[in-house]
């Protein structure tokens, strides 16, 4: 039997580490009961990462137990439905402010656009926002399903979100256990010698028009959602393996980890009162697409 | 040249048009229609969603197996709402870029990151 303790976990680079560390602590151990203490705070959209982590040490059967004494959060954690994967019955959501934590096989699109749909488009209690910017989010969200289907060979994806009304923003977190920007990358650009740590293959991954499928073209998705999250003066971070990238108003980042993720967890944090134009600039030719 | 419309709507089977599997499908039929010389319409009547990942799929990858000019004087698209039509041109400019010279785009897009650091 073994306690883990979890504090203050909010969206910041010490949340991630906390996390990060934790699955680092037991990944090679197998059989354990571990206890995980939750306290102080937990971030809603942070489900989709605990319950990633979880998940790879339960692979070892090791038994998760999650010990909240805080009963805000463990109402959270309950209303979003992330407890329901541990031994809790599943709770209807009666403040209406998460987006539900969800795990599904990347294969499994149909489901996802349900999810998609109950969880975000056709929900009233939306923050109120503009139907461009509405579109824009869902793109984005489906922009990155598609991304961990195509390049993460994940056996599974982990979404979760929440709303904040009354600062008119909305978290999504989106997060898969396959290989990670650095294996990938690296093993496009294997033929021509070089190698990225891992902020750079993020960073090589993110620029507009760079894809590591060999055969189709691509490399549009990423470069897209940071032009959004840019107009939006909205928040991005991508954590994969070490690598630690940020891009909020003040600019892009990047940061190390001493341990690394097992994955990549995309979080963006949308205005929702964001009175941007989405529509185009400039009209587009319908003759001149090709 | 006789025109073949292809109703997207149709050939996904959902007003999303999301995965790049989907796309294949109607690859492989805008394929089938260049290689029997005719021209395709492909209307996107009724359609929501369109992610990049489909459209890679979908005519992206034709710059791979036709020439630029023939695809342009084979190819038009209707009913697309301006956003979507703007994500097919970002597309197609991007393949357009991306068959000409795989190895050197590569190449150059290494040293940018590697000269950026």
Redesign the interface.
């Given at each position: 039997m073994s306690d883990y303790k979890l504090e203050n976990i909010d969206n910041g680079y010490k949340s991630y580490k906390q996390i990060i560390d934790f699955y680092d602590y037991y990944k090679d151990g197998f059989f354990q009961t571990i206890n995980v203490h939750i306290e102080n705070w937990f971030g809603g959209n942070m489900a989709a990462v605990l319950g990633s982590v979880s998940d790879l040490l339960m692979e070892n059967l090791n038994t998760i137990n999650f010990v909240i004494k805080d009963v805000e959060i463990k109402n959270l954690l309950l209303r979003n439905g992330f407890l329901s994967y541990y031994g809790h019955d599943i709770e209807i959501d009666d403040r209406h402010t998460t987006i539900k934590y969800l795990k599904i096989k990347p294969t499994d699109?149909r489901f996802f656009?349900n999810y998609i749909f109950g969880e975000l488009i056709n929900r009233p209690e939306l923050p109120e926002m503009s139907q461009?910017l509405k579109?824009k989010i869902?793109?984005s969200i489906?922009?990155l399903?598609?991304?961990a289907?195509?390049h993460s060979n994940t056996k599974f994806v982990y979404t979760c979100g929440q709303l904040f009304p009354a600062k008119n923003k909305i978290e999504f977190t989106f997060v898969d256990t396959g290989r990670g920007f650095k294996n990938v990358v690296n093993s496009?650009?294997e033929p021509?010698g070089?190698h990225?740590n891992a902020n750079?293959a993020i960073?090589?991954a993110i620029?507009?028009?760079?894809?590591t499928?060999?055969?189709?073209?691509?490399?549009?998705?990423l470069a897209?959602l940071i032009e959004f999250i840019k107009l939006n003066k909205g928040k991005l971070q991508i954590v994969s393996d070490n690598g630690f990238y940020l891009l909020d108003e003040t600019g892009e980042k990047d940061y190390d980890f001493p341990t690394s993720f097992p994955g990549s967890i995309i979080n963006i944090s949308v205005r929702t009162d964001d009175d941007a134009s989405?529509?185009?600039i400039g009209e587009?030719n319908?003759?001149?697409?090709? | 040249m006789e025109t073949i419309e292809l109703f997207i709507y149709n050939i996904v089977g959902s007003q999303l048009c999301i995965e790049a599997e989907d796309g294949q499908k109607v690859y492989e039929k805008i394929k089938k229609g260049f290689d029997e010389n005719k021209r395709i319409s492909l209307s996107f009547q009724n359609i929501e969603m369109i992610t990049t990942a489909f459209l890679n799929t979908a005519v992206g990858q034709l710059y791979r197996d036709y020439p630029e000019d023939k695809i342009r004087s084979s190819m038009e698209v209707k009913d697309i709402a301006p956003d979507d039509a703007k994500r097919i041109k970002r597309v197609t400019d991007t393949a357009k870029v991306f068959y000409k010279d795989p190895e050197e785009r590569l190449r150059k897009s290494i040293d940018e990151i590697l000269g950026e650091k």
């Open positions: 699109g656009n461009p579109k869902t793109e489906y922009e399903y598609v991304n289907q195509i496009a650009l021509f070089r990225f750079q960073r090589w620029k507009d028009k760079n894809s499928k060999g055969d189709v073209s691509g490399g549009i998705g897209i989405y529509s185009l587009i319908n003759n001149d697409l090709f | -």
